[in-house]
C-alpha cells in the first residue's frame, strides 16, 4: 500500500501550485533572463552579521565571491562546499544562507558557499573555472579526503560536474571525500530522455520543459563547449561515492538511469534516492515531514 503524504506536504504543494512558480521556467529566454537580474538584485552578496558564525569573504578572479562560515565551537578540520541552486541564472537567497547555517552547526564542520559566476552575463566555462578554484582553494586549506560536496539542482550538476572536470585535467587534484547531489539536471538529453520528461511536464510543478529547451543557449552563449559541462556526461573514474537525490513527480527524475549508468560504466559508486511524488529539491523545505526526514539524512552523510 502507498504511504499516504503527510498533511503538510500537501498544504506546501498547494502552496507552491498557486504561486504559479512554474511559470517562470516557462518564460522566453530575453524574459527570464531580464527577470533573473531582478531577482538577483534583491539578493546580493553580504556578510551576515550575527555572531553564530566566523564568517570571511574569498575572491576569485577580482570579482567572484565566496561565503565562508567557521565554526567556532568546534575548529572544525574539515569543510563542505555548497553549490546553490537556479538554473545558472538564479543567485543564492536567504534559504541557502538557512541551511548553510543549519549544515555548520549540525555536521560541525566549516562550510563554503561560492557566489559562483552566472550564465546572465557569463558563460557556464566560467562558473566551472571559478568553483574549481575554490576547491583547490579549499584541498590546501583541509585536504581533499576531508571535504564534502553538496550541490541543488544545477548547483548539483556543478557539484558532478566538478568532478569529470578534475578527470581532463592535466594535474588533477583529489577527489573529495563524498558528493550530495540533490536532483542535478543537464542539456541536451537524448530524444528518449526528453520523451520521458515531457511525460513528467504536467506532474512538475516548478520546472518546465520550455527552460530546459531554451537553457542550452542560455549556457553556452554560442560556445563549443565540453559535453561534460551541459550533460552530466564524461569521465567517471575514480569518483568518490556519490548520493543521487530526486523527487519523483520533477522532470529531472527522468535523468536518473542515465546518471546511473555513467557511474556503473566507470566502476564508480552511485547510490540513488528517490522520494515518491516528491517535487524539484523537496528537501530544501523543511515544512513537511518528508523533506526534514530527507535532509536529516543528508546531515548524518556529511557529518
Known amino acids: 500500500m502507498r504511504k499516504r503524504l503527510s498533511l503538510r506536504y500537501r498544504i506546501f504543494r498547494r502552496w507552491i501550485k498557486a ?45 567572484f565571491h565566496c561565503l565562508c562560515l567557521e565554526n567556532p565551537r568546534t575548529e572544525s578540520k574539515a569543510a563542505i562546499l555548497y553549490l546553490h541552486g537556479g538554473g545558472m541564472i538564479l543567485a543564492p537567497t536567504k534559504k541557502d544562507l538557512r541551511l548553510i547555517k543549519d549544515l555548520s552547526r549540525k555536521t560541525g564542520k566549516d562550510v563554503w558557499a561560492p557566489h559562483y559566476p552566472l550564465c546572465i552575463e557569463h558563460s557556464i566555462d566560467q562558473t566551472f573555472s571559478v568553483v574549481y578554484e575554490y576547491y583547490r582553494q579549499m584541498v590546501d586549506q583541509y585536504g581533499a579526503e576531508n571535504i564534502s560536496v553538496i550541490g541543488f539542482s544545477a548547483g548539483a550538476s556543478l557539484a558532478i560536474g ?11 587534484l583529489a ?3 563524498k558528493i550530495i547531489a540533490c536532483a542535478p539536471g543537464s542539456v541536451s538529453p537524448s530524444l528518449e530522455i526528453k520523451e520521458r520528461m515531457e511525460e513528467l511536464n504536467s506532474q512538475d510543478f516548478i520546472l518546465d520543459m520550455d527552460f530546459m529547451n531554451n537553457i542550452e543557449q542560455i549556457l553556452t552563449k554560442g560556445k563549443d563547449l565540453p559535453g561534460y559541462m551541459l550533460g552530466i556526461e564524461g569521465d567517471y573514474s575514480n569518483f568518490p561515492t556519490t548520493y543521487l537525490y530526486y523527487g ?55 557529518k
Not at 23 to 50: C, G, H, W
Not at 162 to 172: E, R, Y
Not at 261 to 276: E, G, H, M, R, T
Open 248 to 302: 519523483g513527480a520533477e522532470i529531472l527524475y527522468s535523468l536518473a538511469p542515465y546518471i546511473m549508468d555513467s557511474f556503473k560504466k566507470y566502476n564508480s559508486n552511485c547510490i540513488l534516492d528517490v522520494a515518491p511524488e516528491m517535487f524539484h529539491c523537496y528537501m530544501m523545505f523543511h515544512f513537511f515531514p518528508e523533506a526534514k526526514q530527507t535532509w536529516k539524512e543528508i546531515v548524518e552523510l556529511l
Open 162 to 172: 566538478m568532478g569529470l572536470h578534475n578527470n581532463v585535467q592535466t594535474n588533477k
Open 19 to 63: 504561486s504559479k512558480l512554474k511559470d517562470f521556467f516557462r518564460l522566453p529566454e530575453d524574459t527570464i533572463i531580464e527577470k533573473a537580474k531582478q531577482l538577483n538584485s534583491e539578493n546580493p552578496f553580504q556578510i551576515p552579521q550575527d555572531s553564530d558564525f566566523i564568517y570571511s569573504d574569498r575572491i576569485v578572479e577580482d570579482s
Open 175 to 177: 577527489m573529495p571525500a
